[in-house]
């Protein structure tokens, strides 16, 4: 079966462009993560969809980042004038399980490498 | 503010020794308990979790978790060249928030 995908895996924009970045989880998960990975450190929570419904967002920078999942399978992260701040490596993973039920193995997608020059 | 800290290496061990990775943790309602494994350039993936103290064993591997010390560790026996990658500690509180650790670059010396 396949796996989480991203996509595009590598992304250069202007500081000031807009981009969006696509996860597709594996069919049937409930749960959607993003992450932000910067170089040399570990993921940091972005957001997260149980189904269609996005339950935490408390990991978004500022309120130029913008995600969803409007059908509960794909899902879009929205960074609107973007800054060489938010340049890093953006993971979506995903889970079987609701948040809370203990299934809880993420499986992470290759993941999508920002550069904001 | 939850934190999760784990050295950041690189630990160096020479083929077939054992290697032993830590973290601690700040928060005493973290539950679940996660060990990932970071090839350079690539994503995470899941070696091992762990929810009750003590040890959990899966071939290689042995998660340990003292929850009293707030402290989770890896130990990697008969460790291998294709061993070497950052290691990911993450923590989570049964809600939707895992928090990670900066991972530990590990070595494996041939």
């Known amino acids: 079966g396949a796996g989480v995908s991203q996509s595009p895996r590598y992304k250069v924009a202007k500081r000031g462009q807009d981009v969006a970045l696509r996860c597709d989880p594996i069919?049937?998960?409930?749960?959607l993560f993003w992450y932000q990975q910067a170089l040399g450190q570990g993921p940091e929570f972005l957001t997260y969809?149980?189904?269609?419904?996005?339950?935490?967002k408390s990991g978004l920078p500022s309120d130029r980042f913008f995600a969803e999942r409007p059908e509960g399978s794909v899902s879009t992260l929205k960074i609107q004038r973007t800054q060489q701040e938010d340049s890093a490596v953006y993971l979506c993973?995903?889970?079987?399980?609701?948040?809370?039920?203990?299934?809880?193995?993420?499986?992470f997608g290759p993941g999508t490498r920002l550069t904001v020059t | 503010q939850k934190e999760v800290e784990q050295n950041s290496g690189p630990l160096s061990v020479p083929e077939g020794a054992i290697a032993s990775l830590n973290c601690t943790y700040s928060?005493?309602?973290?539950?679940?308990f996660f060990w990932y494994r970071q090839y350079s350039g690539k994503s995470p993936e899941l070696i091992m979790f762990?929810?009750?103290?003590g040890d959990k064993e899966d071939g290689r591997f042995t998660a340990q978790l003292n929850k009293a010390s707030q402290y989770v560790s890896l130990l990697i026996r008969d460790s291998q060249p294709s061993d070497s990658a950052t290691y990911l500690c993450?923590?989570?509180?049964?809600?939707?928030?895992?928090?990670f650790g900066p991972g530990t670059r590990l070595s494996v010396l041939p």
């Open positions: 762990i929810y009750s103290n």
């Open positions: 993973a995903s889970s079987l399980g609701p948040s809370g039920t203990g299934l809880y193995e993420q499986y």
């Open positions: 993450a923590v989570n509180d049964y809600g939707q928030n895992f928090v």
């Open positions: 928060d005493r309602g973290s539950q679940s």
């Open positions: 969809f149980q189904n269609e419904a996005q339950l935490d």
């Open positions: 069919s049937g998960h409930v749960s």
